[in-house]
């Protein structure tokens, strides 16, 4: 399997069967590598995989993420083999451990610790598996220990809503031969009061999360620069606007940083897909 340079990552629970099928072909034609989605509250993970592996022909497909409470670790294990010997080994399993309101609140599991957690969970999908550490599993890692969890018991991370200093000290982790998937959130919007608005608004349901405020609070961001919607300087850094060249030069930043990968998340009006298909199409030679 060979993870190129850009994918895009988008929410999948707002499209139909038809509209997936459309995107996975624009993603595809467009030439990024693969098309990563998430597991939230609509489609099943391993059910959406198969379909957008249907609807592509050379495309990578990859979870970002599968909720580890969703499924048990054979089933995991299973689900990564079969789709990979149907679907020509274009399915990277991309696992994490969510976050409560969707483990406890709507799953009714009990949210552990989430690096042990995690740890277990690994080594039991590993067991057994013919292509061992090397299968294409790659975790959802935001702090230190996870990530060093992610070097020793995957093929690497797909960390979300982080800025080239997180992606600097995520490679230093990691090291060489690791993939280091970094989403980072687009605009094509050159005035930034309309930028920032819907850079706020696709950050609101993420801002309510302990992990992600813990990490930015990591990543250098004040308490301040998290509360009221955010701060310009903190919107700024989450969600990428401006004509193209300014956008492509902040995804090189990630390069620069040590990512091998970077799937770029299109942030536009509600059903706005036709914005959508014109930033995918403009930033496709990032």
Not at 7 to 27: F, I, M, N, P
Request: with cysteine.
């Amino acid at each position: 399997m060979k993870l190129g340079r850009l994918g895009v990552w988008y929410s999948t629970d707002k499209l139909d069967g038809e509209q997936l099928a459309e995107l996975a072909k624009t993603v595809e034609n467009n030439g990024y590598s693969a098309f990563w989605y998430p597991e939230s509250r609509g489609y099943e993970s391993m059910s959406l995989g198969t379909y957008l592996l249907s609807k592509s022909e050379k495309l990578v497909i990859g979870s970002s993420i599968a909720n580890i409470y969703a499924r048990d670790p054979y089933t995991s294990r299973r689900a990564l083999l079969s789709m990979n010997e149907l679907y020509d080994n274009r399915f990277i399993l991309g696992l994490g451990v969510s976050h409560v309101p969707m483990v406890e609140g709507l799953r009714g599991h009990h949210y552990d610790k989430p690096v042990t957690t995690m740890r277990a969970y690994l080594e039991a999908l590993h067991k057994d598996l013919p292509t061992g550490a090397d299968a294409p599993v790659v975790v959802a890692a935001l702090g230190p220990k996870m990530l060093q969890l992610s070097a020793e018991k995957s093929m690497g991370a797909v960390p979300y809503n982080v800025t080239p200093r997180h992606t600097a000290m995520a490679a230093k982790t990691l090291g060489n031969r690791k993939i280091l998937a970094v989403e980072q959130k687009v605009t094509l919007e050159t005035d930034p009061v309309k930028a920032r608005a819907l850079g706020r608004k696709e950050l609101s349901r993420y801002m309510v999360l302990p992990n992600y405020r813990n990490n930015w609070l990591r990543q250098g961001f004040s308490e301040a620069d998290l509360s009221g919607g955010g701060s310009d300087k903190f919107i700024d850094a989450m969600c990428l606007w401006g004509d193209a060249a300014t956008v492509k030069k902040g995804l090189r930043a990630h390069f620069d940083a040590g990512a091998t990968h970077v799937c770029l998340q299109p942030v536009h009006v509600d059903g706005d897909f036709a914005a959508r298909d014109a930033m995918l199409a403009a930033l496709a030679d990032t």
